[in-house]
């Protein structure tokens, strides 16, 4: 059961979206308790689930994944055997970054990365073109990023 969130809380969560590597002792200054406070309460919103998990972001150019898209995809029959089958291959796929079951004219939207359009055809074989479910995807190449994160309003 998650508690109720107070402004410590807040401020703590704050730091640790923005950078989860922020010492104890910079949330310390930043919320005035003690440093045995500042790590209950980091338990407490680790254990309830507040915190769902701490991670580095990686620059995928760094990576050699230098296009993302953005592609929809229509499947044929949603039953939840088909739904729960499509949505076990995507969780394996690496190059998926996010997937989203979606209302509207999609019934999942993905986020994709590869290094190059040849790979991206390659992925969309492995994931579309092969699965008899898939009725038709859209795909969208990213041309530049404004924004992106997963950073939720506090």
């Known amino acids: 059961m998650k508690q ?8 703590i969560l ?13 949330l310390v200054d930043s919320t005035g308790l003690s440093s045995a406070s500042v790590q209950r309460r ?7 689930g507040t915190i769902d998990r701490e ?17 929809m995809v229509e499947l044929e029959r949603e039953s939840l055997d088909q739904l729960d089958a499509f949505r076990r291959k995507i969780e394996k796929e690496p190059h998926v ?5 979606v209302t509207g004219d999609a019934d999942f939207i993905l986020i994709c990365l590869a290094p190059d ?24 190449v990213v041309m ?9 309003p506090i």
Do not use: W
């Open 4 to 11: 109720k969130i107070d402004e410590s809380d807040r401020i």
């Open 14 to 26: 704050d730091h640790l979206q923005n950078d989860a590597a922020t010492s104890i002792y910079a």
């Open 42 to 48: 980091l338990k407490r919103l680790r254990s309830n």
């Open 55 to 71: 991670v580095a972001i990686l620059d995928p150019e760094a990576m050699g994944q230098k296009m993302t898209f953005i592609v």
């Open 97 to 101: 970054q996010q997937c989203y079951y």
């Open 117 to 140: 359009m040849k790979a991206f055809e390659e992925l969309t074989h492995r994931l579309f073109f092969k699965n008899q479910n898939v009725r038709r995807f859209h795909t969208n």
């Open 144 to 152: 530049s990023k404004t924004k992106t994160g997963l950073s939720v």
